[in-house]
């Protein structure tokens, strides 16, 4: 994380999730160099997250300059914190190492390709609260569920990885993210997202009561242009950014909209 990043968390969250891009590091670095460019937004949480490969870049980057961010990983090891003979993967002591300070869990291409349950996010999730990173959980629904009218089913057994659990305060981040809507262009309505949301911090309350400050944050489809929109309601504590993350311009349209929140 930098060590110019406050983090308030009252304040609203912009999370890009770059996923497996960009390809190069020349093309990092010009991203990087785009996003510095730009001038700090105050009163805004934004954390990047990318491949572990351009993970030590980019914390270079973030040393280097004054650009406020805090920097995730987007995956890690679930059969051990620290090391051990797990071959291709990367432990959450390693992530501590490398000054990252938060961690996706969860995401529904980890869950789709890799395969990914509870019992497998219940290990991932433990691994990284023993090395005091934050979970970022995503959960969502695909259109099949969203069709059918199961959004709530399917979110509380995913929710429920934390149901005996002890999360401790400020260590958890939701980000609900319907399958449906990622990278499609399709985007739920301000009003659907807020029920949604406000079952996820009901359900999580049910847990613990602390768990009520919970930020909760939107993803699928989010661009500059709509994130007005998301950013006028109550209910949504930030965004999960994927592709509009990976252009300067964008991602601070979007930082912008949620500094007016």
């Given amino acids: 994380m930098s060590a ?52 030590a870049q980019t914390r270079q980057h973030l040393e280097q300059t004054d650009l406020p961010f805090g920097l995730a990983a987007q995956n890690l090891c679930a059969q051990h914190a620290e090391q051990g003979a797990f071959t291709g993967e990367v432990c959450a002591a390693q992530l501590k190492d490398m000054n990252v300070a938060f961690v996706l869990v969860g995401h529904s291409e980890r869950r789709q ?20 990173l934050i979970v970022i959980l995503c959960v969502g629904e695909t259109a099949e569920q969203y069709d059918a009218g199961q959004t709530q089913a399917v979110i509380a057994e995913q929710l429920a990885v934390l149901s005996n659990m002890t999360m401790p305060t400020q260590r958890l981040i939701v980000a609900y ?58 209910n949504i504590s930030g965004v999960l950014v994927g592709g509009a993350s990976l252009k300067a311009d964008s991602f601070y349209q979007i930082i912008h909209a949620f500094a007016q929140k």
């Fill in 177 to 234: 993210e319907p399958v449906w809507a990622i990278g499609t262009g399709k985007v739920p309505t301000v009003a659907e997202v807020d029920a949604v949301h406000q079952f996820i911090k009901d359900t999580l309350t049910s847990y613990a009561e602390h768990l009520v400050s919970t930020p909760i944050l939107y993803g699928g489809s989010v661009k500059g242009d709509n994130a007005q929109e998301f950013a006028q309601s109550p």
């Fill in 113 to 132: 390709y890799f395969n990914e349950d509870n019992t497998v996010l219940a290990q991932k999730i433990t691994n990284a609260l023993s090395q005091d």
């Fill in 4 to 55: 110019k990043l406050q983090l308030d968390w009252q304040h609203p969250w912009v999370v890009a999730n770059w996923k497996m891009n960009p390809s190069t590091q020349s093309a990092t670095q010009q991203l990087l160099d785009d996003l510095a460019q730009q001038v700090a937004v105050p009163g805004v949480n934004v954390v990047l997250a990318p491949g572990f490969l351009h993970l």
